[in-house]
């Protein structure tokens, strides 16, 4: 069974930076897409980044394009996000996700699998 385990959010002030990570478990992910959506307060899930585990090429939404970077450690099965120059309009929940196959899948509902959330809040 799939098992996704997001953690490092937390209170950060504007302009400063975050790691979030993404535990990954019962499976082996080559053939997979992983992702990074976010939900702010009273807003739909919104695409953040995206991951092809075999060969790494990634793709990002345009308000977080330069800022943030997605990466994954294959030996650790674990993948991350690391946020720099943080906005407020970036305070939302984090999710990771994982979907079968390798595609540039920007809707939520591409994705079967999902992490709890993780809580990034960033003050002005």
């Known amino acids: 069974q799939v098992q996704l385990v997001e953690s490092g959010g937390g209170l950060v002030q504007a302009g400063g930076s975050l790691r979030l990570s993404c535990a990954a478990s019962g499976r082996t992910f080559d053939s997979h897409t992983l992702a990074w959506f976010r939900q702010g307060p009273g807003k739909e899930h919104e695409f953040v980044a995206l991951i092809l585990w075999l060969g790494g090429s990634t793709f990002y939404a345009d308000s977080v394009k330069g800022r943030f970077t997605i990466s994954r450690d294959n030996a650790k099965n674990t993948l991350y996000l690391q946020m720099n120059s943080l906005k407020p309009e970036d305070t939302a929940v984090y999710y990771c996700?994982?979907?079968?196959?390798?595609?540039?899948?920007?809707?939520?509902?591409?994705?079967?699998?999902w992490g709890q959330g993780t809580l990034v809040t960033v003050s002005s």
């Open positions: 996700a994982a979907a079968s196959g390798l595609r540039r899948a920007t809707k939520k509902d591409e994705y079967g699998y």
